[in-house]
């Protein structure tokens, strides 16, 4: 794996969609894509385990730029493949660059030089978050409000395990928004939407939600869909009409959070 390569050959490893977009939401997703640089051969994958939710969220991204369009929200997409370096990991934690996803070993992140560690660092972990960054600070100084909002897909079997939701809405305090979404999800009717399920946002294993989100005062959520219900465009559709109405759900007045320069 080379450590020297320009950094011009390599794709830009953040696509920004409807970045004039007028609502309050802001929509990121980071494990869009499943792509990675020529340069790094799959990290030592077969194209079958590229294809895999190892490698990203399948029907993420489809979802996400449905959900922009109808909200007219801007949209933030990781477009290389999670496995080189996660963009929703405190950079540098064991799971940011993983030797093991879920029960498969990844031989391209083994034995890791310091070299190759910044690399990623530089070449798509901080460009992807110092562009969400900026484009959030120009929010703030124009005085617009901003909802947080990570579109992310999960396996319906993890490690041998069924999972019974068909979504999840994940949040931290403060929980007002958290819990205006999956109270209006549940709304929907005939859905199993997990509260913090089937993961909980933590500081030392998310990203966007505390950092983009909750540390700049935004409400903010993670949104998590079973993949296998983003199979068709139709599903896709059905889901992105749902989180539109959900994502945009009242707060209570008292609970809005203000931001200060
Ligand atoms: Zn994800």
Request: aromatic share 6%; hydrophobic share 40%.
């Amino acid at each position: 794996m080379p450590e020297a390569a320009s950094v011009e050959v390599e794709p830009s490893p953040v696509e920004v969609a409807n970045e004039g977009g007028r609502s309050e939401v802001v929509l990121v997703c980071e494990h869009a894509a499943n792509r990675l640089p020529a340069s790094y051969g799959g990290l030592g994958l077969p194209p079958a385990d590229l294809a895999r939710h190892i490698a990203y969220d399948i029907g993420a991204a489809a979802l996400t730029r449905r959900l922009s369009t109808r909200l007219d929200a801007p949209a933030f997409f990781g477009t290389l493949s999670r496995l080189l370096v996660d963009l929703n990991r405190p950079f540098g934690v064991p799971s940011s660059m993983p030797v093991l996803s879920e029960a498969t070993e990844i031989p391209g992140n083994r034995d890791l030089s310091e070299g190759e560690r910044e690399r990623r660092r530089r070449i798509v972990f901080e460009p992807f978050h110092a562009t969400l960054a900026d484009f959030l600070d120009r929010r703030d100084a124009a005085g617009r409000p901003t909802r947080l909002v990570a579109v992310h897909s999960f396996t319906p079997v993890f490690l041998g395990k069924a999972r019974p939701w068909h979504a999840g809405i994940l949040f931290e305090p403060p929980e007002a928004y958290g819990r205006a979404v999956l109270q209006a999800l549940r709304a929907e009717g005939g859905l199993e939407v997990g509260e913090n399920e089937p993961y909980r946002i933590d500081r030392t294993e998310d990203y966007a939600v505390p950092v983009h989100g909750t540390d700049r005062g935004y409400p903010a959520v993670l949104v998590e869909v079973r993949n296998d219900l983003l199979g068709t465009p139709a599903e896709v559709e059905r889901w992105a009409d749902r989180l539109a109405r959900a994502l945009t759900a009242p707060l209570p007045a008292d609970e809005v959070i203000h931001v200060h320069a």
